[in-house]
């Protein structure tokens, strides 16, 4: 999985105290992040008529506002952190790593066991040309407020439309524990050590010396691309430690 990442010295020091980024949906770049989902107003209504007295429905206010109470609830308890199975992908380049002049991490997942919080959430991001249907789901959570399809939501939250599929997203959601303060986007431990550093075609060539200083104690392959003299729009690597 690659991570990638704008030029900053911050930035390098994440690698170095092995820590991740994780974002509150509200901060992501897609107003549609978490909101994946739709729900037909009309139905959940009469459903919750045969269930819940008139005035209390009333006291609830409007169904959409109810439903979208539940999905702000969802959204404000987890906080994600994204790759893409993509190293040579020329947009992530250019809308993540400031038009080539980052970089961007290797990780190995498969290096930490299943039951690792970091592996254990993470998921694929889905793309579709329309948001999931959260209707019946709704009714189920309702009438059995523990039932386990409830963490469901957290993952149909996980679909993005499908002008985005071209970052081949990965995520670790991390969901925030009842003894838990509120989340907001902040840094988080990760356990793994990358497995190497990217620098991307218009990296600075005045700062190579001191990134390679700074994770020479690390013993993390470093590699910069070029662009290639092939007949296709390619890029190559070349090590540089």
């Not at 005035?55 to 539940?70: N, P, Q, R």
Request: net charge negative.
């Amino acid at each position: 999985m690659y991570k990638y990442q704008p030029f900053e010295e911050n930035r390098i020091s994440t690698v170095i105290n092995y820590k991740l980024w994780f974002t509150v949906p509200k901060d992501m770049n897609d107003p549609f992040d978490s909101r994946g989902v739709c729900w037909n107003t009309d139905e959940i209504e009469e459903f919750l008529k045969t269930r819940v007295p008139r005035d209390k429905i009333k006291e609830f206010g409007s169904i959409d506002s109810i439903v979208d109470g539940a999905i702000a609830s969802l959204r404000n308890n987890i906080k994600i952190t994204c790759f893409s199975e993509e190293l040579f992908s020329m947009p992530m380049w250019s809308h993540y790593a400031n038009n080539h002049k980052g970089f961007c991490i290797e990780y190995d997942f498969t290096r930490l066991s299943y039951e690792n919080d970091l592996t254990k959430y993470l998921f694929p991001v889905g793309y579709e040309s329309h948001r999931y249907d959260i209707t019946n789901l709704f009714k189920i959570t309702f009438s059995e407020p523990y039932d386990p399809r409830v963490k469901l939501l957290y993952f149909l939250m996980n679909l993005k439309h499908s002008s985005w599929s071209y970052e081949k997203e990965w995520r670790i959601i991390k969901m925030r524990l009842p003894e838990e303060k509120a989340f907001k986007s902040g840094l988080e431990d990760c356990p793994l050590k990358p497995t190497a550093i990217y620098l991307g075609v218009n990296f600075d060539k005045n700062k190579v010396h001191s990134v390679k200083e700074k994770l020479k104690g690390l013993d993390i392959p470093i590699y910069a691309l070029k662009v290639s003299n092939s007949e296709f729009f390619e890029m190559d690597l070349e090590s540089i430690n």
